[in-house]
């Protein structure tokens, strides 16, 4: 995500550990999910897994990569390699082939949006990746991949964002970069599902009592205003099949000052999601009842300890509490007076409006029945 002012960010391999329904830890140290080899008694089967999930989910990749002896996941994100100095950093991070920190032949990588807005310059970052290390990618694309104009863009046709996100992933195929909900690791003890989250924001991650600060947003400089082309408001209610409220609204609160984000645009990504998720569901449900049948003992815990995990990854944040600003992730409110404690309070306060949406928060929660969630 990027606004019309520079910045200098530092890019490090992350770490994306779900312990539970719709939790996760960013480690900002190099890191990854290990999975381990499988104990004959771990876990259901797992060629009947696969089979099931044949039945649900179309792999795009290449068939001779196979995902089952997958055993560690790495998660970076906003590489954008548009900057060459962003791009010789991965180049020469792909080529150290540092052992325990860079994934390799048996490893994925999932790459969470802002690659770069150029198509040229997306396939070269790929091709890199691939090639050097050799690993799995997973990649969804984020807000500046959404960019049009400019000399490449229209060489190519390319005049709405919707046909470049589709572009995109036209061009991952062709990569062998995966798009679409996998099953990784079937041949060890901890596979876990991988689901992208498509995305945009709506501005209910809005800090409640800090609207003063948003008095300009409507003349913010954030380029996605600029360089994004979405249908009319009118037009997305047709494609929801919807007749939506005309206001951005949270929790009953009209959220206020909502400038130039598209209504109605998150509601129609997160359809986008609806079928990956409902072939999750559904897996996960057949587990909680062949638990129940299966032995009279059985019990949540016994049942959920069998069960394949599940990393899903978007580009936008899906509440509040993963808000930069927002110091305490377990309060439910926003204290400004001791949070906001730096020179551009006002950038923080609109950036909020185009950070995520509470609606993917809604859907990966919902992923995971309430049989199988671990009490904490």
């Known amino acids: 995500m990027s606004c019309s002012t520079s910045s200098k960010t530092k890019y490090i391999w992350l770490l994306l550990y779900f312990v539970g329904s719709a939790g996760a830890f960013l480690l900002k140290v190099l890191g990854f999910h290990n999975i381990h080899p499988r104990r004959n008694d771990a876990i259901r089967p797992m060629n009947e897994l696969s089979a099931t999930m044949n039945d649900h989910v179309l792999d795009c990749t290449s068939p001779s990569k196979d995902m089952a002896g997958i ?69 969804i694309w984020g807000n500046h991949e959404a960019w049009i104009g400019g000399k490449e863009m229209d060489s190519l046709g390319i005049s709405t964002s919707l046909q470049k996100i589709q572009e995109v992933k036209e061009l991952c195929e ?52 600029l360089r994004c082309e979405w249908p009319t408001e009118n037009e997305i209610r047709k494609m929801c099949k919807s007749d939506d409220q005309s206001q951005f609204i949270h929790n009953d609160y009209i959220v206020p000052n909502t400038g130039r984000i598209p209504l109605g645009l998150s509601k129609w990504f997160a359809l986008q999601n609806v079928n990956a998720i409902s072939n999750v569901q559904k897996i996960y449900n057949n587990f909680v009842v062949d638990g129940i049948r299966g032995s009279p003992e059985s019990t949540k815990e016994s049942v959920s300890n069998k069960v394949p995990g599940i990393i899903s990854f978007s580009h936008f944040l899906p509440n509040q509490q993963t808000l930069p600003d927002w110091k305490d992730p377990h309060s439910s409110i926003f204290k400004r007076g001791e949070w906001l404690d730096h020179p551009v309070p006002e950038v923080s306060a609109k950036f909020a409006k185009v950070a995520g949406s509470v609606l993917i928060d809604d859907q990966i929660r919902s992923i995971v029945p309430k049989a199988l969630q671990k009490s904490k």
Do not use: M
């Open 174 to 225: 062709r990569l062998g970069v995966h798009t679409n909900l996998q099953l990784v690791g079937s041949n060890n003890e901890n596979p876990v599902f991988l689901l992208p989250i498509e995305s945009w924001y709506d501005a209910t991650l809005s800090l409640e009592g800090c609207e003063d600060l948003c008095s300009s947003f409507d003349s913010w400089p954030w380029v996605d205003f």
């Open 71 to 139: 055993e560690n996941i790495y998660v970076i994100s906003d590489l954008h390699t548009d900057n060459s100095a962003n791009l010789e950093w991965l180049i020469q991070r792909c080529r150290n082939h540092e052992a325990e920190n860079t994934p390799g032949e048996n490893d994925c990588l999932i790459i969470a949006g802002d690659i770069s807005h150029e198509f040229s310059k997306l396939e070269e970052t790929l091709s890199i990746i691939i090639q050097e290390l050799g690993c799995h990618v997973f990649f």
